[in-house]
Every structure is written in C-alpha cells, then in structure tokens.
C-alpha cells in the first residue's frame, strides 16, 4: 500500500527476508501488489508478483494481472498456490499492511481504492481455499488486528495468531529475526514468543515505541473468550434495560485501554482492550472479572508492550465514535449472540429521536441554567458536552470553557 509508496517500507522488511541465515529446506515466498510505486528490487506495480527467498536473493516466480489485494479470491488463489507448490511440516502465513480492525479489515490496496479485506471475506478466502492443513501461525503486521472477532474468524485455520492491538510503527517486525527463528525452531509458541520479542525490540528506538504491543494467541481457546463476550453483552442489556445505565457503560468504554486513533481529528478506532473493559464494568462482581481474567490469560498465551499500556493482550469492537455502516458491517460477522443483542438493541435498531427534550434551557430562580429530558432518553444518553460563551461589544464570540460532564456521577452526594 501506500506504506511502500512512500517510504519503501515493505522493500526495507524484504531485505531483512534476504539478510536472514536459513535452511535450505526453509521457503519464504511472497506476493506483491497493492502499492502504486515500489522503491526496491525491481518489483512492479503493475503487476500481481510472487517470489522465493532462494541463498539470499530474491527470485521472481511469476508475473500477472494486477489483482486486488482488497478481494478475497486475490488471497484465496496465494492461499492455494502456496499449498500446492510448497506444502511443508510447518507453515506460517503473514498479512502485511495497514489494519483497521475487526470492522475495516486489512490489506488496503492502493491501485483500488484503498479497498480492504474484510473479515468477511478473509473467512470466505480460507474456506475457498478448502486448505489441505492448518497453519501453525497466522501473523498481522497490520495495526488493531489482535482483536477476538479476527481471532474468531481465523480459528479453524491456524493454532496461533500473532497480532497487535495498537497501531503497529511503519517498519514493522523484525523479518531476519523472524525468518531464522522460524527456520531453526519447530515449536509454534517459540516462534511467537521470537515475533514479539524481536518486533519490541526492533521499534524500541521508535518514537511510539512505549505504545507499541504485540500478542500470541491460542486460537484453540477463543471459545472461552466468546463466552465471556457473550456474557457481557448480556450483562450490557441488563444495565442498561433495567437501570437506564447507558452512560455508565459509555463512560467505561472511554476511560479503558483503547487502540489506534483517538482524538477530536481523527475519531476512535473503536477497537478497546476487553480485559479493562470488563473491569469497569463488572468490578462489583469478582467472579465475573476473575472469569474474564481467567478466559484472556488462557487464550492470551504471550503479550508485549512498550512499558506504557495496561492491556491484556486482545481488544474487540465497541462503537464510541457511532458510525451505522461499521455497527452493521460487525453485527454482520455474527460473533456473538448476546454481543450482538446488545449492539442491534442501543446501537442499531434505535427509533428516529433518541435524545427528546423537555425543556432545551431556562434560568432557575437560583441563576443556575437547566435543560431538562425525557425519561427514555436515558437508554440512549451517551454524556454532556458544554461550551460557556461570551460575546464581546463587536459581535465575537469567545469561548470561556467547556467541559463534559460525567452524568454517571452521584451528583445529590458531591
């Protein structure tokens, strides 16, 4: 993607690929497309490429028809060529590019729009493929992909999942590190351990190096993790349905370890670490938290960060920033059921006025300005946001201060 097109950065990891000491029984093979431009090694970007790694060179196997990177077919045909052609005992596949998520996907490639592979059609990829065996490891070196629904949707096709919940720096992983401990270990967790370890290690002199995180993941335990989302979207109803605590649950999505983009320019990537969430919201319940420890600690088996997060190794979707065409898009990917429940029920199937004033402001007896809703407007009530404005003698605005309000506090008691 553009990642190359202007920095060069998928030439920069195929020279570690190159650099690397391995085996001669070992194969690094590679497709190339997606980007507008690429800087090293004679790779075009008008055509859809595949090489080897052969004695520390790269050697072109095949030149087509440009391909979308964004489309499943594009990954169903490498998945399958790549069996045919160099099935082996052990087998790891790695996504490279920009990630966006469990909702936007991977892969964005350039020549198309910046189209992406959803999860959607990365699980219609692999089941095309109709794969002779699983991979030992599946790695993202994409940002926001170490989540449960990618986790989810990858499960009957690899034991272990290498991914990050947080924007991943622009060089990426350690491709030396990982090709020689791939073609020197035969044990997948190692190999894991090797990918996380190194990339750290790697982006330590990175400016954004104490946000950077990286996770190994059982994908034969993601069923525990389901489970407890499960119960938390059924546990998100009932506080909400029962006690109108909508905010309650807003304001715990904002204030745990949230992933990628999160300011007033750029919005939320909506994607939060489940472990803090579930704290905020179930820590009057301890046998529910401890579950949830218990479920990540089981599924989570290694996780590094830059020494700043209090994260727990995998995020999920939760729509902070509303955006309709994502919450779809997710409740499509039918992850679970009582998470679903959830989403459709305050976040999708809404009526048309959520928010219904009964007085929209008046000055009480006391000078204290008022505004005043309906009672059903609670479900829906995310905060309050002010701005306290002062005209001057021309007309000019200027604004004195602004805040938002925790409207989950007990305010009778402050």
């Known amino acids: 993607s553009n990642l190359e097109t202007k920095q060069g950065l998928a030439g920069k990891n195929i020279d570690e690929m190159l650099s690397a000491e391995i085996s001669a029984n070992t194969n690094i093979v590679i497709q190339t497309g997606g980007a507008k431009t690429w800087r090293k090694h004679g790779i075009s970007a008008d055509r859809s490429q595949r090489y080897v790694v052969k004695n520390g060179k790269l050697e072109l196997l095949s030149s087509e028809e440009n391909q979308n990177m964004g489309e499943a077919k594009t990954l169903t045909d490498f998945l399958v060529w790549g069996q045919n052609n160099y099935l082996a005992e052990r087998n790891m596949l790695i996504l490279w590019d920009h990630g966006g998520g469990s909702v936007k996907g991977v892969c964005f490639d350039e020549n198309y729009g910046f189209d992406s592979l959803t999860l959607t059609e990365i699980k219609q990829a692999f089941k095309d493929a109709n794969l002779k065996t699983k991979y030992d490891v599946i790695g993202f070196d994409a940002c926001l992909m170490a989540t449960v629904e990618v986790a989810t949707t990858i499960r009957d096709y690899a034991d272990y999942m290498v991914a990050s919940e947080e924007i991943v720096p622009g060089g990426g992983w350690d491709y030396k590190a990982i090709a020689e401990s791939f073609s020197n270990k035969n044990d997948p967790i190692e190999i894991g351990k090797d990918i996380c370890d190194s990339f750290i290690e790697k982006s330590s002199s990175d400016s954004h190096a104490a946000f950077t995180t990286l996770s190994l993941i059982d994908l034969s335990k993601i069923d525990s993790v389901l489970n407890e989302l499960n119960k938390l979207g059924n546990d998100l109803s009932d506080m909400v349905g029962k006690n109108n605590e909508f905010s309650l649950v807003s304001d715990s999505a904002k204030r ?60 999920f979707f939760y729509p902070i920033e509303y955006n309709e065409r994502e919450i779809n898009e997710y409740l499509s990917l039918n992850i679970s059921k009582g998470y679903n429940a959830y989403l459709a029920t305050y976040y999708a199937n809404v009526p048309k006025e959520t928010i219904s004033f009964l007085n929209k402001g008046s000055v009480t007896p006391n000078g204290a300005f008022e505004i005043s809703l309906s009672e059903s407007s609670a479900k829906y009530l995310s905060d309050v946001s002010y701005l306290l404005i002062e005209k001057d003698e021309n007309g000019v605005e200027h604004i004195l201060c602004s805040d938002v309000l925790n409207i989950s506090a007990d305010w009778e008691h402050l």
């Open 256 to 315: 745990c370890e949230k992933f990628g983009y999160d300011n007033v320019f750029s919005g939320s990537s909506n994607m939060i670490d489940l472990l803090t969430f579930d704290e905020y919201c179930v820590l009057e319940d301890f046998d529910a938290f401890s579950q949830a420890i218990d479920a990540v600690e089981e599924v989570v088996l290694y996780s590094v960060n830059g020494g700043d997060r209090n994260n727990g190794g995998i995020s």
